[in-house]
């Protein structure tokens, strides 16, 4: 049990564009999910958590206007990247808590 | 979150050895996590440890929660080359958010 998918595994957007990754409990409910941010050789950054039914809370520095996040589910929360850039290009991962933080595969973002 | 200590930052395995890394923290957690991410992957849980002092085994891994409730170490018993990949401490303290070490990575020894 306990398994955490993630949707699109891997996406290329234009500058500007906006990108939907989604994330899924596929057999447990999840009223809080988390987003995590990780560039290449660094260790993962939590950017905010995802609250089911209520605003997700947002670590300092992240900007809220521009990774929207909605939980909409107690097995889905998505996280838009509005407006890319070249310098929002990373591993986006999910989390969800069954006891313990299960995390899913990540989803690699590239803006050209 | 706070940032966890993790040493060595990486290191070279040959196949049968142990191997040892471990994690210090100033603050004090109630759980220690320890996850083994592959490239291209998500964290994958190994280990949690939930009391001081907690001695846990999960096949040829081993890992403690340190008295102190601000480190831990995680042991790798006769490696194999499928042990590859970086392995990351985490600890939590109540609210399930996670605060992460730097991470070790463990490559074969040519």
């Known amino acids: 049990g306990a398994v955490v998918s993630q949707h699109p595994s891997w996406v290329i957007c234009k500058s500007g564009t906006s990108v939907k990754i989604e994330c899924r409990s596929l057999d447990f409910q999840a009223t809080t999910m988390f987003w995590y941010r990780q560039f290449p050789k660094q260790s993962l950054m939590l950017m905010a958590t995802s609250n089911e039914g209520s605003k997700a809370t947002y670590e300092q520095g992240v900007e809220k206007d521009k990774f929207l996040i909605n939980h909409a589910s107690l097995t889905l929360s998505t996280l838009t990247v509005t407006s890319a850039h070249p310098e929002d290009s990373s591993f986006y991962i999910c989390?969800?808590?069954?006891?313990?933080?299960?995390f899913g595969p990540g989803t690699r973002l590239t803006v050209t | 979150g706070q940032q966890l200590n993790q040493s060595p930052q990486s290191m070279f395995i040959q196949e049968g050895e142990d191997v040892s890394m471990n994690c210090t923290s100033s603050?004090?957690?109630?759980?220690w996590l320890w996850y083994k991410q592959e490239p291209g992957e998500g964290p994958v849980l190994l280990i949690a440890?939930?009391?001081?002092?907690e001695l846990t085994s999960n096949g040829r891994l081993t890992a403690q929660f340190g008295i102190t409730r601000k480190d831990s170490f995680l042991n790798i018993s006769a490696s194999i080359p499928s042990d590859v990949g970086i392995y990351f401490c985490?600890?939590?303290?109540?609210?399930?958010?996670?605060?992460f070490g730097a991470g070790t990575t463990v490559t074969v020894r040519a």
């Open positions: 989390s969800a808590p069954y006891y313990e933080q299960y």
């Open positions: 440890l939930y009391k001081a002092g």
């Open positions: 603050s004090i957690f109630n759980t």
């Open positions: 985490a600890g939590q303290i109540n609210d399930y958010k996670l605060s």
